[in-house]
């Protein structure tokens, strides 16, 4: 069985777990704190980031999320989330990374930085300048989702696919860290709403960072 | 036929332009200067980034390395570059990923910025101490690529791949600005030697961006 080396609030592992879950592939959590710096962690990922994926029965090692979301793609046949024409293929695939690197670095790290990291390395108190930026980027952001879905269904087009659990698994975090103001971004509340009744993403929401709670609306399916 | 948005020392576009050239796809070089924010470009690319490929007789546009990389290698047959089993191809977007994020946030983003966008946005001097940091990562870095290549003929496993694009990308815009010390670094350099020689690689060697004159030892295939 795959071990999947995450923490509760690590969004790329979020995405890897999302599509695990939707293509009903089972898994074994392995809790890894990356800002550790453990020696058999860094063994495994010289990069020293979450998600890894092992299956030590297969000698299989895998990590960086794009590579392992790519790779249950091209294994596991059911349901497929790169889907439709090259092109299509080719926009989903472009906001999986818009959500990865733009969305993450301009509001989850440094949510993540300063309301988890701080507090659990540090001791130290958030900087309020650093989370108005962030809360501030995010409206900016969730305006281009809105846009998004006023033309499409799903992030990504038609489907469902990797940009939605991408998205969510980012959103969600950031949600988390009450980071996002939900007023004002009515389609991506819908999409929201709908998202967090999925079978794959309720055990993301249940679950907690020790220290960290959550918004009372935070796993609330009609928040 | 294919226009390339870039500029000449942008590694993303040189990594499509690599993948362009192994796969014998022509393309027309469009220059764009992504610090500019021009209207018409944010227009095709919210995100302001650099590649944008587009082919207007077919209405497409691809925008994210990444995307770009993934549909040429779905659409065109000829020369793949993310080949082998599963496990390898999960291997190769882990590289490719690495050098895109991790090598370029530590090595290539603050190289560019202190000796590019300072001396053309800004008008100053680069910082010695950013500059200082940057180089010791690379020296790091190359560490990493040098233990790969002790164990593999190319750097993501025993073809050439989309890993070598990648790392060549990076490490071709890192050299012209000045920021590698090959001492030390023979696995590296052997690999280098031998890639600076493709076909694919030899026309962007010689490009030179306005303003900015690489060492005397950049384009020389036997440095």
């Not at 971004?185 to 819908?190: F, I, V």
Request: with cysteine; aromatic share 10%.
């Amino acid at each position: 069985m795959w071990q999947l080396y995450q923490f509760p609030l690590c969004p790329f592992s979020r995405k890897v777990r999302l599509l695990l879950g939707e293509k009903g592939v089972g898994y074994e959590l392995m809790r890894e704190s990356p800002w550790e710096r453990r020696d058999g962690f860094l063994q495994m990922n010289p990069a020293g980031q979450t998600p890894v994926m092992a299956d030590p029965s297969r000698n299989l090692l895998l990590m960086d999320s794009t590579a392992i979301c790519e790779y249950l793609e091209e294994t596991v046949d059911h349901a497929s989330m790169i889907n439709g024409t090259a092109a299509n293929r080719a926009e989903t695939r472009r906001l999986v990374s818009w959500f990865d690197h733009q969305f993450y670095q301009d509001v989850t790290a440094p949510l993540l930085h300063e309301r988890m990291i701080k507090r659990i390395v540090h001791r130290a108190a958030p900087d309020a300048r650093v989370l108005r930026d962030a809360m501030k980027a995010a409206i900016g952001h969730l305006d281009y989702v809105d846009f998004l879905l006023d033309h499409r269904t799903w992030i990504g087009g038609a489907t469902l696919g990797l940009a939605d659990l991408a998205a969510a698994a980012q959103i969600s975090v950031t949600d988390y860290l009450g980071g996002i103001d939900w007023q004002g971004h009515e389609q991506t509340a819908r999409w929201y709403r709908g998202f967090k009744s999925r079978p794959s993403f309720r055990p993301l929401l249940n679950e907690r960072m020790d220290g960290i709670a959550p918004p009372s609306y935070y796993n609330d399916v009609d928040f």
